[in-house]
């Protein structure tokens, strides 16, 4: 980029540190003699400055961008899509930002002082900043498309400053320059990448981690070029840029420190006054509001997930039915971390052992924790007959050998895709997991969200597994009291309840009876739903798409 052939004589006063002149028509700022002959007594030190530099700006780009995937996909759900525009929003504003850098060669470490002053500040509130205009103002999607642009601008115009700032320290062969400088900088990415999930967002979460970042940034990239290269800028220059990065330090301190208000006020304009508990967990942010005594709220990436009033109607009809069809005594509960339906599954006097298995430990810690939580499901999950395992339920389904363990009943409490959940939780591939699990005689309910959304392609996995199906429903939605206004349309549940040999529907004797269940309304919802099972029905989906 900045090595060139020799080439014709120098302009006059025009001399890189090394004495090589530049070519003509460049108008690079010489460096005074002093300045050079300290690059030139210590220039692998200096360089080796230079790439430390690289390497520490290339992890806190990298945990920008993750930070905006992940508040995306906490915020708005469906992370292929989050991830897919921040990553390439975030490429194309690189390159932008790569381009426009030409412009400031001239004084490179002047410019790059101020690139990483922007993007240290930037970069810092940008979860923040994302957070309240989601809470506050709505138009979240234009508001995060236009800072990843911003962000991706300041991070490419990095490295042709940087390569510029190699080249001032000592002339070489520009393939090995770059390849130097793309080695720290992908070293740097690394390591922004692995910290980002294993150390940042779990010590710190978003908001907090982006300005501890930021300020990471603005002292390894401005502060370290500006005391190598202090000599570049004019005394009056060099005091305002020292003075910029001391302001970017004194604004991403006052914002950490006013950051909890922030988000507690978001969270109040989002879900009322009455938060009782909030977090960012590795996978979903987990707010719970209502008083002690209820109603409660749980509400998961945003998500209403329990509503006080109505929790029991999902709960009671994705359990009653499967334990009244055949043997109870061993059951796996694959989500359920809240403990709603696990206080269902043990109502039943066949229940022997329970296994739950939930891939996120803060919402299970919560319904042990929370007074209100544990008294809405019954302190279930203190059970001795339930045990509970740590890990993601698909991935936990790979994991067991069917020979290792079988089960009567395997109970799927996850979010249907229509509800915001995960395709993979409602993919060929899962339910083909979860049947080798089956006992003989065993059999598998499943969410499939509501009648008009999703129901048919749920029940064509199941089916492609080798399982026979019947659909039903539960009248009342997980928030019909809770949402205000009319209802939305969305007045029921849909469930699934699958086995070997076609399964049917009916309450077992040995549990009290439900509240929104009888066993006349389970078959009038199965019949009318088979009536309208479509002709031909859609693709199910797998973790390669539907097929």
Known sequence: MIN????????????????????????????????????????????????LAAFVCAACGLVYELELVALGSYLLG????????????????????????????????????????????????SVLALYSCWAWIGRYQAAMVGLTCLIGVLIGAEIPLLMTLIQRIRRE?????AADLFAADYVGALIGGLAFPFLILPGYGPGTGALVTGAVNAVAGAAVV???????????????????????????????????????????????AQVRFATHSRFQEIVLTGPAEGPLRLYLDGRLAVCGPDEYRGSEALVHPAM??????????????????????????????VLVVDGDPALTRLARTDP???????????????????ADPLEWLRSVRPSDRTFDVVLADLPAPAEGGTVKFHSQEFYGLATRLLSPGGRLAVRAGDEQNGLWQVESGLRAAGLRTVPYAVQGGVATSCRPGPDDGRGSQAFLLAA?????????????????????????????LTALRPARPPAALTLLGPQ
């Open 4 to 51: 060139h052939p020799a080439g014709p004589p120098a302009q006059p006063g025009l001399d890189l540190d090394d004495g090589s002149p530049p070519r003509p028509g460049r108008s690079l700022t010489p460096l005074p003699a002093r300045r050079r002959s300290r690059l030139r007594a210590h220039p692998r030190l200096a360089r080796l400055t230079v790439l």
């Open 78 to 125: 469906d992370s292929v899509t989050q991830t897919s525009v921040v990553l390439s929003v975030m490429v194309f504003a690189m390159g932008l930002g790569s381009l426009l850098a030409k412009r400031f060669t001239r004084r490179p470490a002047t410019a790059f002082a101020l690139v990483e002053c922007a993007l240290a500040l930037t970069g810092g509130l």
């Open 173 to 177: 062969d520009a393939g090995r320059a």
């Open 226 to 272: 500006l005391w190598l290269f202090r000599e570049e800028p004019a005394p009056r220059v060099r005091l305002l840029l020292w003075g910029c990065c001391g302001l970017v330090l004194a604004l991403l301190g006052t914002a950490a420190a006013w950051s909890g208000a922030i988000e507690r006020a978001a969270r109040s304009a989002l879900y009322g």
């Open 324 to 353: 009244a069809a055949g043997p109870d005594a061993r059951v796996l509960l694959l989500g359920g971390g809240d403990g709603l339906a696990l206080r269902e599954v043990l109502r039943h006097g066949g229940v022997r052992s």
């Open 372 to 390: 209100g939580l544990a008294a809405l499901s019954g302190h279930s999950l203190d059970d001795p007959r339930v045990r509970t395992a740590e």
């Open 500 to 528: 070997a040999a076609q399964p049917s529907l009916g309450l077992a004797p040995d549990a009290p009876p439900p509240r929104a269940l009888t066993a006349d309304t389970l078959r009038a919802a199965a019949s009318r």
